[in-house]
């Protein structure tokens, strides 16, 4: 039973790799913008919509 726990021991680190805080950091930063970019596009496409329309007469 011993060996079975220091077996186990030695394998944990081998299945958890830790991220720094930069490589999480980055992730963020790329998350963030791919929301901008898809709230860019959005808006474009309101801008666009709204150019089309007509003023109504009166």
């Given amino acids: 039973m011993d060996s079975l726990h220091s077996v186990m ?3 944990r680190p ?3 790799r830790k991220r720094d805080h930069l490589t999480v950091f980055r992730e ?7 929301v901008s970019k898809a709230n860019d596009a959005r808006e474009g496409k309101a801008v ?3 150019r089309g329309r007509k003023a109504p007469k009166g």
């Avoid at 963020?28 to 791919?34: I, N």
């Fill in 28 to 34: 963020f930063l790329s998350h963030l913008d791919r």
């Fill in 14 to 16: 081998a299945q958890k």
């Fill in 48 to 50: 666009r919509k709204a």
């Fill in 9 to 11: 021991r030695s394998l």
